[in-house]
């Protein structure tokens, strides 16, 4: 019997790189001019499930769902943060039904401007790193101070990102918009980490 597959060299190899996953989503969505008063404030939190308004501690209304997890902010001005979520996509269905549930109240909420703030990813190298010697060769982009933090910061320019990296291999990218950031930005540092490998 011949094999069909070509033979392996050593270039040809798959490398595994691991990927980051994302963890948490921040969007926005403007629900409009309609919750200016307090009064509505309160009709939210006492009619609406899993909500709490409580001005003293926070001046907004803090809404929860369970599907997709997440947690929404709406404050006075109509605008509503919501926090979670871990896609894009779940991150608009749970502000739509945010929306919704505002306007099965009787509020005259809309549905505009949704935007993502921020995307959180991680992501495990699978292997220590020599945070030290990291920090001394990338000075410029780079801040350790273990005493204060136990993870390097690194701000990189491009995509414009933050990650943290810890010792254990552990690496978190936040500042992004979009997905294809948080990738890009593992795939540059990858490299890098692989060079500081304990």
């Not at 997709?68 to 739509?96: D, N, Q």
């Amino acid at each position: 019997m011949v094999s069909t597959n070509p033979p392996q060299t050593p270039g040809s190899q798959l490398i595994d790189i691991p990927s980051p996953a994302l963890q948490n989503i921040v969007s926005t969505v403007n629900l409009g001019e309609s919750l200016k008063c307090a009064a509505g404030f309160e009709k939210i939190a006492l009619h609406a499930r899993n909500a709490e308004y409580n001005p003293k501690r926070f001046a907004a209304v803090i809404m929860r769902i369970r599907e997709p997890r997440t947690t929404a902010l709406i404050f006075s001005s109509g605008k509503m943060v919501c926090t979670g979520a871990k896609s894009e996509e779940s991150s608009r269905l749970a502000a739509r039904k945010y929306a919704r549930i505002v306007q099965k109240l009787g509020f005259n909420a809309k549905f505009t401007e949704f935007k993502v703030q921020n995307m959180v990813g991680s992501c495990d190298v699978r292997f220590p790193i020599q945070l030290e010697g990291l920090c001394l060769t990338h000075t410029q982009f780079s801040t350790y101070e273990p005493e204060l933090f136990p993870g390097l910061i690194y701000r990189m320019v491009k995509p414009r990102v933050v990650l943290l990296i810890f010792v254990s291999g552990k690496v978190v990218i936040t500042g992004a918009k979009y997905k294809k950031d948080i990738d890009d930005a593992f795939n540059q540092i990858y490299p890098i980490l692989k060079g500081f490998k304990k």
